[in-house]
Structures are given as structure tokens and as C-alpha cells.
């Protein structure tokens, strides 16, 4: 049991080096020995004291079925973030256009934390939705045009396409 979780630690902790080494290559846009030390360094202290908190999964969602996934929920998320985009955009250029804005609620079906957290900001990133809050499993969101109160027809209307894809990867 202390072994698994000794495990789990240090993978988050090479994950979160991993990823603020990257960060500190692309903020520094360079290549320079003593940079890419420096950024060695710092960011193996950076990770040593808050991998902890920042760092959920390990490298198994680096497997190729689940970075398969991720790739798709990217491909999703930007179909999605244009479609909203370009409804708000619409209802912007043509004032006359109804809105119905409001408050609706749903279950999500998602079980990790982090996958709902995902789910919260995807839904708030695409225009026309905003994540009010999320209680349990029940998120409440502010919709622009609120077709429906029916909790499983908003579920299906504004998360579905998201959650089954995050049920894959989480």
C-alpha cells in the first residue's frame, strides 16, 4: 500500500518537473546551456514543494488510449468553442434575436474531481455558458438562451458531447 503511494508521489512530482521545464523553455524561448540549468533547477524546486497540489494524474494519462482521447477532447472542445462563438457573435450583430438567459441545473455522470473541473471550464471557456457552481455532482450554470429545465436535456444539450469523452480519459 506505501509503495503505491510513494509511486503515485513521485510520478506526480516528475510530471509537474516535466511540465514546468517545458513552461520555463517556452517562456525563455531559448536553448543556452546556463537557461536550460536554470530552468532544471528551479523547476525541480518549484515541483519538489507543490506537485502535491497541482498535479492530479500520473503518467498513465500518457497511455496511448488516453492521449488518443485527449486529443479528440481537444478536437471537440475547439468544434464546440466555435459553434458558441459564433451563436453569441449572431445573436450579438442581430439584437432582435431572442434570449432566454437563466440558471439550469444537472447531474453530471463524472466521478474525479478533476474531470468535473475540466468539465466546469470547458463549459465556461465556450461562449453562451457560464459554470455557476458545482455541488456534489450537480453542476449550475448560467446559459445564454435556456431551452430547457429539464435537468438530463441540459445535461445533453451542454455537457454530454464533453463527458463522454472526460469518462474516457479520467
Known sequence: MESSSLLQKLTQFFLSWLVLFIAWLAFTSTLVIQEVITGLVVSFLIALFTSRFFICCTFNIFLPSKFFYVIYYLFVFLVELVKSNLDVARRIISPSLPINPGIVKFKTKLTSEYAKMVLANSITLTPGTLSVD??????????IDVKTLDPEEVRMEIAEKFEKILIKIF
Open 134 to 143: 458545482i455541488i456534489d455532482d450537480t453542476f449550475y450554470i448560467h446559459w
